[in-house]
Each structure stands twice: as C-alpha cells, then as structure tokens.
C-alpha cells in the first residue's frame, strides 16, 4: 500500500482513531482499492482469531473457582497457650544445656594474648584512612558543586 494510510486503517479498524481521522479514512476508502483490500484482510483475520480462541471447559472453570474460594478460607497461623509454654521450656531447656556444658569461660585475657588485637588496629587504621580520603574528596566536590551552580545561576541571569 503506497497511499500511506497504513497506520490510520489499522487504528480505524479498532476504533481507536480520532474523529478527524476516521472521517479521513471513510472519505479514503471509495476511492483506493489497496485500502479496501487491507480493511477486508484485517476483518478476515479478526474473524480466523476469534473462531479459533478455545476456551476451557465449564466445569474447569467451576473446579478452579472452587479451588480458589477454599483457599482463602485456609486456617491461619495461631500461637496458643501450649505452643507458647513449649517454647519457654525449650528455651529454658538450651539454656541450661549451654550454662552447663562444661566448657571453660574464655578470659579477657585471650583477645589480647592472641594476637586478634593486632589485626583489628590495623581494620581500624584502614578505616581511619578511607575516612579521612573521604573527607577531603567531599570538599572539592562541594567547591565544584558550588562553582557550577555560580555558573548556572550567571549563564541563567545573561539569557
């Protein structure tokens, strides 16, 4: 089709052309037989879309709304006086198991005698140093920050 109402056809088809282009369209078609042809090609391939949509079976359907419905009766979560006195005794139970392990209690001591002391200081100086390089890449952004905003604000105010 070379007269270019490809687009405006399709959207008169369904419906969906304004007012001014379907009035454009109706008055295009008794004199242009490609138009007539496509019209009729889209109404024929309308048709074959429609004939061939199967749809599911009624009493799937039911099954499914039925499933559906009982699902959102399904019981929810409680937490009764039984579950709630069986957790405090399992805890109650966990924590004796572990107070009386018989393991022997770590002494503050061990942190500092094992070495761990010093990988931590040197975390920390790590820390300290990304600290301080960010502190002092924050100021030049501020001062860049600032000088294209007095650009901005000069540019804004010649135009």
Do not use: I
């Amino acid at each position: 089709m070379s007269c270019g109402y490809g687009e405006k056809l399709v959207l008169y088809f369904y419906g969906e052309a304004g007012d001014a282009a379907r009035a454009e369209v109706e008055a295009h078609l008794p004199g242009c037989a490609a138009c007539r042809g496509e019209l009729a090609a889209l109404a024929a391939a309308s048709d074959w879309l429609d004939a061939a949509r199967v749809q599911p079976p009624a009493r799937a359907v039911a099954a499914v709304m039925a499933a559906a419905r009982s699902a959102g009766r399904a019981r929810t979560f409680r937490f009764g006086w039984r579950e709630a006195l069986f957790s405090g005794a399992l805890a109650a139970v966990m924590m004796g198991v572990f107070a009386f392990s018989g393991r022997p209690v770590a002494s503050s001591e061990l942190a500092w005698n094992s070495g761990l002391d010093t990988s931590l200081d040197s975390v920390e100086e790590s820390l300290y140093q990304v600290k301080t390089e960010v502190g002092t890449s924050s100021g030049d952004w501020d001062y860049s920050y600032s000088a294209l905003e007095d650009e901005s604000s000069r540019v804004s105010g010649s135009v």
